[in-house]
């Protein structure tokens, strides 16, 4: 479930793990401004082009997330949406020092009943 706690981080809710995992599909992919799509979330244009020339500096290649992401990636409820770290892995280091930001809403129009808003990739 995800949990409203101001104060404490906790795990990703189950309920938002397959949009996240496709966003970072698409990411994976080399598509940044997920112009395909992702059903439910939006995708702010200021950090498309941020996103694709930081991970191109990094020097290594996101792919798709594995389980373990899960155990390490935070969700913090910031009082009308969660702030979440999605730590992210690459076909170089395994687990890397990257990180996707995004928010999640809720939003009882969306099918899922959040909205997901796709922040900036970095190295916090």
Known sequence: AAIKDEDNAHPIADAWRLTIAAIVHRIAGGDYGLCDGVEDVTMTDRYVAFNA?????FG????????????TSIAQWMGDWWDCLI????AESGSSDLVLELRVYEDAERRSGYRFEVGMIYVP
């Open 87 to 90: 730590d992210l892995y690459t």
């Open 53 to 57: 020339d930081y991970v191109a500096h």
């Open 60 to 71: 290594e290649t996101i792919i798709d997330l594995p389980l373990e992401t899960w155990t």
